[in-house]
């Protein structure tokens, strides 16, 4: 099992930027493929982004492909966010989630196990 707590979000006007970071526990994070996901209000929860157990492979949500880069470092036991160029559309509860499949490409909320508490951001105009 692993626990993930979110952090990094906050209130920032649009174009800035924002960093979130999901601090896993336990020994295996690296067994892990991690996402990041958002809900805002009124709205089912989205895949933003994902990145395999190594790092090696990254994958995004077309609404936020070249603005948002996801990265992990696994000696951390930490995987992060870097969110650019930001709208208010992006305004959501960001959560951090891990998938301990073997497949670790996973966009679907049902396919990880594991989720955090999430974290604000918001975005004004």
């Known amino acids: 099992q692993v626990q993930l707590v979110e952090s990094g979000g906050g209130l920032v006007q649009a174009g800035g930027s924002l960093r979130l970071s999901c601090a896993a526990s336990?020994?295996?994070?690296?067994?892990?493929?991690m996402g990041w996901f958002r809900q805002a209000p009124g709205a089912e929860r989205e895949f933003v982004a994902g990145?395999?157990?190594?790092?090696?492979?990254?994958f995004y949500a077309d609404s936020v492909k070249g603005r948002f880069t996801i990265s992990r470092d696994n000696a951390k036991n930490t995987v992060y966010l870097q969110m650019n160029s930001l709208k208010p559309e992006d305004t959501a509860v960001y959560y951090c989630?891990?998938?301990?499949?073997?497949?670790?490409?996973?966009?679907?909320?049902?396919?990880?196990?594991?989720w955090g508490q999430g974290t604000q951001v918001t975005v004004s105009s």
């Open positions: 990145i395999s157990r190594s790092g090696g492979y990254t």
């Open positions: 989630a891990a998938d301990r499949s073997p497949i670790g490409t996973n966009r679907q909320v049902r396919s990880y196990d594991y």
């Open positions: 336990g020994r295996t994070f690296s067994s892990y493929a």
